[in-house]
């Protein structure tokens, strides 16, 4: 399994390195991820929305985000074999980023990050 994160604590990258400890790869801001996601197709695509350029930007943060990432990703990307969970826990953000998605009809949840201490990474997968 090919997994992308888009995060940029590092105390949540080290949860998710444990998890999925193979073939993972991160970004922790809109202009990495566009950078690291690159030719590859992931399965599994986990994405934050207040990133790092974002906290400075809050007056404008497009395009330094998370949903500015996902509009990317539907505008460039074959997501047809992709699930994507968004694990922010912005409770204005996350749940537009899940409707964008849906409204394109990709396969998607949304999972706050403070949920994860009692999920294992498989069952995540297993989830959609």
Known sequence: MNVFVLE???GRME???????????????YDEAISNY???LYNLVFIDHDLLGWRENKHNPLPHDGYSFCKW?????????TKIII?????????????LLLKN????????????????GEALCSSF
């Open 8 to 10: 940029d604590n590092p």
């Open 15 to 29: 949860w998710f390195r444990d998890h999925f400890p193979n073939n993972i790869k991160f970004a922790s801001t």
């Open 38 to 40: 690159g030719p590859s």
């Open 73 to 81: 990703l539907i505008e460039t990307k074959d997501l047809s074999f």
């Open 87 to 99: 694990h922010s826990e912005n409770k204005v953000w996350a749940p537009r980023i899940y409707g």
């Open 105 to 120: 009809k990709i396969k998607a949840m949304a999972i706050p990050f403070n949920l994860y201490s009692s999920i294992k």
